[in-house]
């Protein structure tokens, strides 16, 4: 397991988060734990880059797909500077947001969703990044 120190990070943090054009954040179903795994993919993002969200909600994905739902982010790996970065980024990003987390990696994209796993649907989000 990858420990990272995202407090400490955080105060470094040169990752910029941006949308792709068309790409619509729908406010009133994005769940609340969403916006915390945005800001924990920046803090792991491999040398501080630009980090590109390429759908929530929008787009087309299977009919029960967690994007409808609000529980879902992808973003884009094709601007990482170096092969095995996309890969390294998926497993420190999974350790990072534990358990209830799946962070899949697509060809082009991370895919990452919120499912809780004996949780009840309850997440504790760190008080020092809130």
Known sequence: MVTFDLHSKALKMKTKIKFKPGVTLDLESLQHPMPHALFVAALTCPDGGT????????????????????????????????????RDWANNLKDALGPDWDVILESDHLHLEYQPHGTAGKVKLPSKYW
């Not at 009919?63 to 996309?86: C, K, V």
């Open 51 to 86: 980090l590109t969200v390429t759908s929530q909600s929008d787009g087309n994905h299977k009919a029960d797909s967690l994007h409808y739902l609000g529980r879902a982010w992808d973003i884009r790996i094709r601007d990482l500077p170096h092969t095995g970065d996309a």
